[in-house]
């Protein structure tokens, strides 16, 4: 007994009472972290699980040899968007549309299911790119993780329905320490502002930068995040 970590610990004695109450919460906040790092893993994952960078093009990209480079068609946001919605969402149209659906009909499917479709055609990702920890983690992100863009974006006019003046809030006081209030303020990175892209700010606000120390909102409520993206579209894109 004296060797269980702490909070399987907690999971146990809860059992032990019969409390499932008690058990519940302690696995919903280990699946947050999990699902938040299926977010940055859906994003690129090789920034966070540091496997080696592609070097050719995904067998189902249609863009053989693209303007974006090969490592980025292997990205599940190349394919699926950033809003989950594939040939539906944002992708829709423009140099990213691949006219490939969207994993939002996977939401709620059980996670191993989705991970064994990450490993088969067309997807083929290995062990060497994705471990089982991987899958299973963006499976999760895949089942319990997506987020509802099109209530909380006005996708036409590329904006977020969010309070800009609490967005400002929360951004100098969570956000700025790294950013700058400018959001110009990491070293060798383009200023926040120049990203201009609802869709794939909410993702990164709410999952986190793959590979880097900044925090995921996940936790939090949504509208949070949409309050941060509504201000970071004010800030000086140069
Ligand atoms: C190069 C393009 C491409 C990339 C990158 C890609 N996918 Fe897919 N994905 C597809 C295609 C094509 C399908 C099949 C779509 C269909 O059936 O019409 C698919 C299907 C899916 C489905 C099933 C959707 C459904 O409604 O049944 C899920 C879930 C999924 N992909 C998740 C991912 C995840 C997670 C990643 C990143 C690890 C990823 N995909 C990367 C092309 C891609
Ligand atoms: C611990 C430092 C840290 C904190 C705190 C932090 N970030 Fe970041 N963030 C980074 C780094 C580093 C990057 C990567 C910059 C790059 O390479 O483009 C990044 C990237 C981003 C990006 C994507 C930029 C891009 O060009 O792709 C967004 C959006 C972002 N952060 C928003 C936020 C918001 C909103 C908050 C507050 C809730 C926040 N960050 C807090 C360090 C931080």
Redesign the pocket.
């Known amino acids: 007994m004296i060797s269980i970590p702490f909070r399987r610990g907690l999971v146990v004695a809860a059992l032990l009472l019969g409390a499932q109450a008690i058990a519940v919460p302690v696995s919903a906040q280990e699946d947050a972290a999990a699902i938040a790092r299926g977010g940055r893993l859906y994003d690129r994952f090789w920034g966070e699980n540091k496997a080696a960078k592609p070097t050719t093009d995904h067998q189902a990209y249609p863009h053989k040899g693209g303007q974006y480079g090969k490592d980025v068609s292997w990205r599940c946001k190349e394919c699926h968007g950033w809003d989950y919605l594939g040939k539906d969402g944002a992708y829709s149209s423009g140099g990213h549309a691949t006219g490939i659906k969207g994993i939002n009909g996977a939401a709620g499917r059980d996670p191993a299911a989705i991970a064994a479709l990450l490993r088969a055609a067309p997807h083929g990702y290995t062990e060497a790119q994705l471990s089982a920890r991987d899958v299973s983690d963006l499976a999760l992100f895949v089942s319990k993780g997506q987020v509802d863009m099109m209530k909380f974006l006005d996708y036409p006019a590329k904006k977020a329905r969010g309070d800009v003046a609490k967005g400002k809030t ?2 100098t006081t ?2 700025a ?3 700058g209030d400018d959001g110009k303020k ?1 070293q ?3 200023p ?1 502002g ?2 201009q892209n609802p869709q ?2 909410l993702h ?2 709410i999952n986190g ?1 793959p590979g ?4 995921s ?1 996940r936790a939090l409520d949504t509208q949070i ?1 949409v309050d ?1 993206v509504a201000f ?1 579209l004010t800030l000086p894109q140069r």
């Open positions: 929360y951004f969570l956000c320490g790294c950013h990491v060798g990175a383009p926040l120049s990203i794939e700010m990164k606000v930068q880097e120390a900044m925090p909102l995040s941060l970071m």
